[in-house]
């Protein structure tokens, strides 16, 4: 079996928890690409590097505690689609202890309550992070404390209409610094992430994420393509954290077209998917993950 050979934590200790797995990435590998995004409706693609990355989760994250005043063990709900961003924001809610709470914006109806309750309990106020397409819809959760609206715009671009007491992603992440400094009181048994009602600590996540990089034979060499929600577990680890764990890269669907899957896999050395139901590779060569 191949054993995933990504680097020992700082110090020669193993990664704690998912800030120390990115930490780990960019002592080994920086420049080599981590997470590569596609848009089937836009034709968009991006590629981040391991540093390049690092710096937006950093970004991130001092947004969430110098602009939007979030304090570890608060709450932030994503309301957002398989995106690169949204990979930054999990990564950054981590680094700055918050739980994550990842919502399929498909989930969001109109005239529903916006996002239904976690095991913080109803009355806990959280920071809520969505995409433009289902902004309207939850910009007036009244549990809310803070609201950013994320564009998600190939160029980065802001919002096109900003709601009465939204933040604009695009807009203000902009004047916050490529480096961020974690509270030290952050441990890694704190709660990390919360989907389909189950809550994991930092630590929980990471182990997940080795088990299945195990399970799945994954290691520096690999490429997976992931077209899976943020909003389970299995998305979770598949899109971020098994491929951060043993040191492979990951691309990102969205809008998935199936007459670019095969000449993507080609194109971007495709070793493995997740997320692709009917789909198999006639080489043998792409091995299927979930």
């Known amino acids: 079996m191949t054993k995933p050979d990504g680097p020992a934590g700082t110090g020669g200790r193993p990664a704690a928890d998912p800030a120390g797995l990115l930490r780990d990435r960019l002592a080994a590998d920086p420049s080599r ?126 919002l096109r209409e900003v709601p009465a007491g939204v933040v604009d992603y695009a807009v203000e992440v902009r004047a916050y610094g490529d480096r961020f400094a974690a509270d030290p009181s952050v441990t890694p048994d704190a709660p990390a992430l919360t989907v389909t009602k189950v809550t994991s600590s930092a630590a929980e996540l990471v182990a997940a994420a080795r088990r299945r990089a195990e399970k799945w034979e994954l290691d520096a060499h690999d490429r997976v393509l992931v077209d899976m929600s943020y909003a389970t577990l299995d998305g979770v680890l598949a899109g971020l954290l098994a491929p951060l764990a043993s040191g492979a890269s990951v691309i990102i669907q969205r809008n998935f077209d199936k007459a670019s899957l095969d000449r993507r896999v080609t194109l971007e050395h495709v070793t493995a998917v997740a997320g692709l139901p009917g789909w198999n590779d006639a080489s043998g060569s792409v091995r299927r993950l979930a």
């Open 33 to 158: 690409p981590l997470v590569t995004f596609y848009d089937d409706a836009s034709g968009e693609r991006v590629e981040l590097s391991a540093k390049t990355f690092d710096n937006w989760v950093a970004k991130t994250a001092n947004l969430l505690v110098d602009g939007l005043a979030a304090e570890p063990g608060g709450r932030a709900v994503l309301v957002l689609p398989p995106h690169w961003q949204s990979a930054v924001w999990l990564m950054a809610c981590w680094a700055a202890g918050l739980v994550a709470e990842p919502v399929d914006p498909d989930a969001v109806r109109p005239g529903s309550r916006t996002v239904p309750a976690g095991p913080l309990g109803a009355s806990a106020p959280y920071i809520l992070a969505a995409s433009e397409e289902v902004l309207g819809e939850v910009a007036g959760d009244r549990d809310a404390e803070e609201v950013v609206g994320l564009s998600l715009h190939a160029l980065g671009g802001p």
